[in-house]
């Protein structure tokens, strides 16, 4: 089992449609979690940290389970300006996942 | 506030030269990170350092690679000799202490080996 598996995608959706992408890990020590995006040819932004059993910021929610390893990265009402490649990240030392890249269309 | 800085943006290179990549992390941070991209295994952690000194270089690829950060707010990437193989995007990316998986990540330097 690799250290970080994600749904590879491509998800195409229409504007206003929520999208949910999971992520499974194998290291059960680690504590805290992280989802980052990345446009086309583009640095990794941090989009949100996971340190407890989830965390909302607008239209964006991670969930993490610990029980079953994995954690999910919800979009809600998404937005042309959400397409991009989401990665799953989880420490330490720093795994990334493959990404799931996410088009919205109009 | 500027962000981590990388130079240079683009390199490319004959197999068999030096490489080296420059890194400056955001004024202070305490950590530093190198990564490589490629499309075949994705982002990967090369080595990290900790307050100046390296704490984890598993990722390193072999004895060509070596990285080194002599102060706070320098840190490079060394490739001798360069290989087709390393062809890559290679990231630096700089986080606080108390939130070392919150990174800051430069724009990156696309290397080409021919």
């Known amino acids: 089992r690799k250290e970080v598996e994600q749904d590879p995608g491509p998800f195409n959706v229409p504007e206003g449609a929520t999208v949910a992408f999971n992520c499974t890990y194998s290291?059960?020590?680690?504590?805290?979690f992280f989802w980052y995006r990345q446009d086309c040819r583009k640095e990794p932004k941090l989009l949100m940290s996971?340190?407890?059993s989830g965390n909302e910021d607008g239209r964006f929610t991670a969930q993490l389970n610990r029980a079953s390893q994995y954690i999910s990265l919800l979009i809600r009402d998404s937005k042309l300006s959400d397409s991009a490649t989401y990665l799953c990240?989880?420490?330490?030392?720093?795994?990334f996942g493959a990404g799931t890249r996410l088009t919205v269309k109009p | 506030d500027a962000g981590v800085i990388q130079s240079p943006r683009h390199e490319v290179t004959e197999m068999g030269q030096e490489v080296t990549l420059r890194c400056k992390p955001i004024?202070?941070?305490?950590?530093l990170f190198w990564y490589r991209q490629t499309m075949m295994r994705g982002l990967e952690l090369l080595i990290y350092?900790?307050?100046?000194?390296?704490?984890?270089d598993s990722g390193m690829p072999e004895d060509r690679f070596s990285a080194k950060m002599p102060n706070a707010s320098f840190s490079t990437l060394k490739i001798q000799p360069s290989e087709p193989r390393d062809s890559a995007v290679y990231f630096c990316?700089?986080?606080?202490?108390?939130?070392?998986?919150?990174?800051?990540f430069g724009p990156g330097t696309r290397l080409t080996v021919t």
């Open positions: 290291n059960s020590a680690s504590q805290s």
């Open positions: 004024s202070g941070h305490d950590y």
């Open positions: 996971v340190y407890s």
């Open positions: 990240v989880v420490p330490y030392p720093m795994r």
């Open positions: 990316a700089s986080s606080l202490a108390g939130g070392p998986g919150e990174q800051y």
């Open positions: 350092f900790n307050n100046n000194v390296p704490i984890d």
